[in-house]
């Protein structure tokens, strides 16, 4: 399972660093993607990264979305940077195994989310 944390409120400009820990066992070979949920919405793709690790990101983040990872903490990063309202969500990770990369389909171990909030 992965958990991600970190979240919070933070006014816009400011930036939060989300983490997603794995436990019960290593993902460290496996893609791994950050999605999130703004209220009323779907949930959609935000960032993923291979175990290369190559990056991929929606067009709505790229530029202030950092995606990466720290294998001898099986862990992933997304560094968030420059946030706007609109980046207000709960933000999920999980293991992609199948499929395209943006859909979540494809995707196992999802683990609760964090609440990024970000005030006007």
């Known amino acids: 399972q992965l958990q991600a944390s970190g979240g919070g409120l933070v006014q816009a400009g400011g930036s939060l660093r989300l983490s997603c820990a794995a436990s019960?066992?290593?993902?460290?070979?496996?893609?791994v993607g950050w999605f999130r949920q703004a209220p009323g919405k779907e949930r959609e793709f935000v960032a993923w990264?291979?175990?290369?690790?190559?990056?991929t990101y929606a067009d709505s983040v790229k530029g202030r979305l950092t995606i990466s990872r720290d294998n001898a903490k099986n862990t992933v990063y997304l560094q968030m940077n420059s946030l706007k309202p609109e980046d207000t969500a709960v933000y999920y990770c999980?293991?992609?195994?199948?499929?395209?990369?943006?859909?979540?389909?494809?995707?196992?171990?999802w683990g609760q989310g964090t609440q990024v909030t970000v005030s006007s």
């Open positions: 019960g066992r290593s993902f460290n070979y496996f893609p």
């Open positions: 999980a293991v992609h195994e199948r499929g395209s990369y943006y859909d979540e389909r494809g995707y196992n171990y």
């Open positions: 990264i291979s175990w290369r690790p190559d990056q």
